[in-house]
């Protein structure tokens, strides 16, 4: 089995400070992705990337920068912390070849508080 | 908008008695993933069905899909405490970084 960490876990910023936040995997999977999770709205994606050096949008990717630069690692961005984005950020990773049937597979999240 | 959508925001049951949680979708899918997600926790999944399947198991759980109706259930028999989490659906396509996840339903299962 694999195991996907994220650092830090609680993140606290000031609003208007760039923060980031850190994701491993060692499943050795091809595609991860970070989620946004506040309460009553279920995940929504930011970004995602399907090999070393590669980006997507997701739905919610105003705001953000992601980066890349290892197959195990994926890290999180946030240009300019606002109020209104304190959430839970998920990351997750799976397999390459998707198909739609693909499982994701989760790390525990990262809790961010804007004061 | 919102893709997937499970039907309840919570739901609370005794131990040993049984609970569905319904979930419903919008667009064409090539599957259907049932997550749980406890508290403090990344979701981990259940479940996964896929369009050409009406049933799938998994010990005491049982997820169906309609695709008809676009719809899917999963059910938990002779629950547990440690049931107790957030259920969530999720649909995706052939397109990856389509996986789309509804809001969630709060499960309680009480002693």
């Known amino acids: 089995g694999g195991i996907i960490t994220q650092t830090p876990k609680f993140l606290i910023g000031q609003e208007g400070q760039k923060l980031t936040l850190k994701c491993q995997q060692n499943f050795n999977h091809d595609t991860m992705y970070w989620y946004r999770q506040d309460s009553g709205k279920g995940l929504r994606l930011i970004y995602y990337s399907i090999t070393e050096n590669d980006l997507q949008k997701g739905d919610l990717s105003e705001g953000y920068d992601a980066s890349r630069e290892k197959k195990s690692s994926f890290s999180l961005t946030v240009t300019s912390a606002q109020k209104n984005e304190m959430a839970v950020f998920l990351c997750?990773?799976?397999?390459?070849?998707?198909?739609?049937?693909?499982?994701?597979?989760f790390g525990e999240g990262s809790k961010l508080t804007v004061l | 908008s919102q893709l997937a959508e499970e039907n309840s925001w919570a739901l609370s049951v005794h131990e040993g008695e049984s609970v569905t949680v319904n979930c419903s979708y919008k667009?064409?899918?090539?599957?259907l993933q049932w997550y749980r997600q406890k508290s403090g926790k990344g979701p981990a999944q259940l479940i996964l069905i896929r369009s050409n399947e009406r049933e799938k198991r998994n010990g005491r759980l049982r997820a169906t899909l309609d695709t008809s109706s676009q719809s899917s259930s999963l059910s938990i028999t002779a629950t547990r405490c440690e049931d107790t989490a957030v259920y969530f659906c999720?649909?995706?396509?052939?397109?990856?970084?389509?996986?789309?996840f509804g809001r969630g339903t709060r499960l309680q299962v009480y002693a």
């Open positions: 667009t064409s899918i090539t599957a």
């Open positions: 999720a649909s995706g396509t052939q397109v990856v970084g389509q996986l789309t």
């Open positions: 997750a990773s799976s397999i390459s070849d998707w198909g739609g049937d693909g499982q994701l597979y």
